[in-house]
């Protein structure tokens, strides 16, 4: 299994960015997918998940300003961050859980700097 993430970068405060995550070599049945952010020396923290019914979970700390959407087809999951603040500054990792074992797979990590 291979999830590479993409669309990290520097944006000013205000702004927005969109990251895209592809998935390849999922052979089982996915039960979420979703975006994690980490700051050193802090604890990983979700950002957003998407369930395989289609139930969307938000952290508290982007609702209303980020959006999680997924393309089956492409096995892509995407982070449309909006209204951006210095405080999400972070690398953002996507991840697949699978469903039954609810196994994590992760990404590499995208940093994501929000900055003047």
């Known amino acids: 299994v291979q999830l590479q993430a993409s669309g990290g970068g520097l944006v000013q405060p205000g702004g927005s960015l969109r990251l895209s995550c592809a998935a390849s070599g999922i052979t089982f049945s996915i039960n979420s997918m979703g975006w994690y952010r980490q700051v050193p020396g802090k604890q990983c923290e979700v950002v957003a998940r998407i369930f395989s019914g289609g139930i969307r979970y938000y952290g508290d700390s982007v609702k209303g300003r980020f959006t999680i959407s997924r393309d089956n087809a492409k096995l892509t999951v995407y982070l449309q961050m909006s209204s951006l603040k210095p405080e999400d500054t972070a690398v953002y990792y996507c991840?697949?859980?699978?469903?039954?074992?609810?196994?994590?797979?992760w990404g590499q990590g995208t940093l994501v700097t929000v900055s003047s």
């Open positions: 991840n697949i859980e699978s469903a039954g074992t609810l196994y994590d797979y």
